[in-house]
């Protein structure tokens, strides 16, 4: 790491006497391939649940962020009329995969600047029907054109992680089995049932090593989080709030060579900002949801974290370490894999399952003792950098 980058690290970091800023309620809708329904219809659900799990007036609501891909212009003031909240200002985001943790970022940095005390983070996607087969990068990427589509791209990075450090095709599916058996505990996630190793080794190959079972499919929902300064904490919870230590935005820095496609930098960087900014290091996480669009990308995400070493991850979750009554449990939610990925809205579900997790709500899949999360995105590519966006949350009970 560059002394500059270490300067940038350190300014951010440095954030000593702003306000404290704590998720008081949280709320979403059901996961899944959902044609009927429109993005103010699942936004309208996924915030009205946030308001009443937060137990306030809406009307305390000073300012909303929503975090969106491809749902049109204005998507966020279409779904404030929805609950009655029009007139406020409201910011749409768009940031690939990281959108509803963007939105999440936006208002966690409203209540540090002391611009507001009580601010709602929305992500919400329909995408039934909007693609046929994989989301490919924009069309004038170069390297779209070559075929890189992100089923390629990770299918790569699963190769070359292969190569380096021994891991086999049925270590990298065993994270979709265990990604599945959680989101059969979820009564939120897409897929409702646990499926075996041979299963998934026996699903319809995409991109080798990759299988079917080992992709994240086309989900419609959204998610909401009632954000709070810690005066109107004071004011107005009525439930012990969740303290979000942390929010760290970053994005991929120029790559004029080849890349190091068994290791993700963006993900390791990003991860120093937000430990350093919640004054805590990965061997304080207990837990942690992961973007794991793909098997290998939450090898290679776990792995950037620091949370496991560099190749020792798939043999991780072969011993059972990552399940929810593991050493570290990973995605207890089902992830991206289980759960499903409506792109806007998984960076707010991310944080939606820390916090019922925190708070000893999660039911089948609580973990036992959870302290302290941690909730990591990463939303596409861009020629030339190493990828567009990459958001981490870090939460504390």
Not at 32 to 48: F, H, I, N, S, Y
Not at 313 to 320: D, K
Request: proline share 5%.
């Amino acid at each position: 790491m560059s002394d500059q980058e270490q300067f940038v690290m350190a300014e951010q970091a440095d954030r000593g006497g702003a306000p404290a800023v704590y998720v008081v309620g949280v709320g979403m809708t059901q996961f899944g391939k959902q044609p009927d329904r429109t993005p103010e219809d699942l936004g309208r659900e996924a915030v009205w649940a946030a308001l009443q799990d937060a137990a306030i007036d809406p009307r305390k609501i000073e300012a909303a962020y929503c975090g969106h891909v491809y749902q049109g212009m204005a998507v966020g003031q279409r779904v404030m009329a929805q609950v009655g909240l029009a007139g406020i200002p409201v910011t749409n985001v768009e940031n690939v995969c990281s959108s509803g943790a963007t939105a999440i970022h936006g208002g966690y940095l409203a209540i540090r600047a002391g611009e507001c005390d009580v601010v709602l983070a929305l992500g919400v996607e329909c995408l039934t029907g909007r693609f046929r087969g994989a989301l490919a990068p924009e069309e004038g990427d170069f390297e779209a054109l070559q075929g890189m589509t992100m089923p390629s791209i990770y299918a790569m990075r699963a190769r070359r992680h292969m190569e380096t450090y021994g891991t086999t095709a049925e270590q990298l599916a065993r994270v979709s089995v265990k990604n599945k058996r959680n989101a059969s505990l979820n009564p939120y996630a897409q897929f409702k049932k646990a499926v075996t190793l041979e299963e998934v080794m026996a699903s319809r190959p995409i991109a080798e090593p990759l299988k079917l079972m080992e992709c994240s499919p086309v989900s419609d929902g959204a998610a909401a989080v009632v954000l709070m300064s810690e005066r109107a904490v004071r004011a107005l919870a009525a439930r012990k709030p969740t303290r979000l230590a942390a929010v760290a935005l970053l994005s991929g820095t120029y790559e004029p060579g080849l890349t190091d496609m068994a290791f993700e930098p963006l993900t390791w960087r990003t991860a120093q900002v937000a430990y350093a900014r919640a004054g805590v290091g990965p061997e304080d996480i207990g837990f942690a949801e992961v973007h794991d669009c793909f098997s290998s990308a939450e090898v290679l995400r776990v792995e950037g974290l620091g949370l496991v070493p560099r190749g020792e991850y798939p043999r991780f979750v072969e011993a059972g370490h990552a399940d929810i009554g593991g050493k570290l449990p990973i995605n207890p939610s089902g992830g991206l894999l289980g759960k499903g990925h409506p792109l806007g809205a998984t960076g707010v579900a991310q944080v939606v399952e820390l916090v019922r997790q925190l708070r000893g709500e999660a039911g089948p899949r609580q973990i036992d003792g959870a302290k302290a999360g941690l909730a990591h995105c990463r939303g596409g590519k861009a020629a030339g950098i190493e990828g567009a966006a990459c958001t981490i949350a870090i939460l504390t009970a």
